[in-house]
DNA sequence: TTCGCTAGGCTACGATAGTTAGCCTTGGCG
DNA sequence: CGCCAAGGCTAACTATCGTAGCCTAGCGAA
């Protein structure tokens, strides 16, 4: 590689995604990403196709991440305390990553990138089959994924304006869903 | 008023809700939706602020429009076919306004917006009161909205890609969130 | 009847961002 | 020692939001 590379594609991923968090997804323009890595705009599209490619990377990055966190969750052996820990992991990485988290699931925003999370479920899914039967695992996965998901997003987004404790309102749920669980009872 | 008016505040957000629900968030163009009313891109600001005051107008129109649809849906009197019809009609509104609705819950895109749908909310704290009991009814209402809510993003994101049959999913998440209410038993 | 006032159009323009075209420098390798 | 391509850069094109400022039509008062 002749005359030394000035930047990489991780390091522009790894700026775009702290932009991102930082500014929100409309702030984020090329020429801020060229800047955190010392280059200049155009430059950029020696790495990374056009900025929709870009996000594409930056999620992918996170998906990536975010799985690993599960994964380290999911590690005691018992289904309920696994399940606690992953919803636990889930909820704290949005709440670190709430704009790349919010992203993940905009249906326009990257197509193929949700396919990424599904690596994800994997260990979901071990954990839920011991809980809920095999029968029931697919529904009852979707389920937990569907609660924690819904209300990490309100969450996130603010929609929790009622007033009330949220962190019991979280406990709440957890408890219900565990507790409904069809193969064993309880918590 | 002289000069009779071409179009309308009205006209215009409905012709922008029709475009953002066909062609996507980012494809919303000022210059489209001027044409679409029959006038040109810089007469919009006679009406509207600006392009993400249109966004705010639409997504008002949107949760006045959901918000009416679940008071309708919530008249038998029976607590549990309230909250079954309500949860029908919640994702069947989605369903037919996918982009709005994902647009309802972005954090960044309308401060406010999720103000709104809390209006919303009325109806279903009533019945879920007498379902969880005085007690329970924030903590329940909360997970009931989180689990419809995420279900029906994951859904539109196309993010259940595990194949199995999301209707019986669907059923299943509501079947276990009813049985599990405090306040009584069974659905 | 007439004439001013203003709502509500319009064209022209400026600013910002993504993206492309095409040039130049650097330095590894034959 | 010189070729050549990776990887910078500047310049320029395009689309879009938004503003400035002009023009017209018709309501209503004199």
Do not use: C
Not at 111 to 128: D, E, F, I, M, Q
């Amino acid at each position: 590689m002749p005359a030394h590379a000035q930047t990489s594609t991780a390091a522009i991923v790894a700026a775009g995604r702290h932009l991102l968090e930082e500014r929100g997804a409309d702030a984020l323009t090329m020429q801020d990403v060229a800047e955190a890595v010392g280059v200049r705009a155009p430059s950029l599209y020696k790495r990374v196709r056009s900025r929709s490619d870009l996000f594409r990377l930056i999620l992918e990055d996170v998906a990536d991440e975010l799985t690993a966190s599960l994964d380290a969750a999911a590690g005691s052996g018992d289904p309920v305390a696994d399940l606690r820990a992953m919803t636990a992991a889930y909820r704290g990485f949005a709440h670190s990553n709430p704009v790349t988290y919010t992203l993940m699931f905009a249906p326009d925003s990257v197509p193929g990138a949700t396919a990424r999370s599904v690596r994800s479920s994997a260990a979901l899914l071990r954990v839920v089959a011991e809980l809920a039967g095999p029968q029931h695992t697919l529904p009852a996965a979707r389920t937990i994924v569907a609660w924690a998901h819904g209300f990490i997003t309100m969450e996130l987004a603010g929609a929790f304006r009622l007033g009330g404790d949220v962190e019991q309102a979280w406990d709440f749920g957890l408890d219900q869903i565990l507790a409904v669980m069809p193969g064993r009872s309880r918590a």
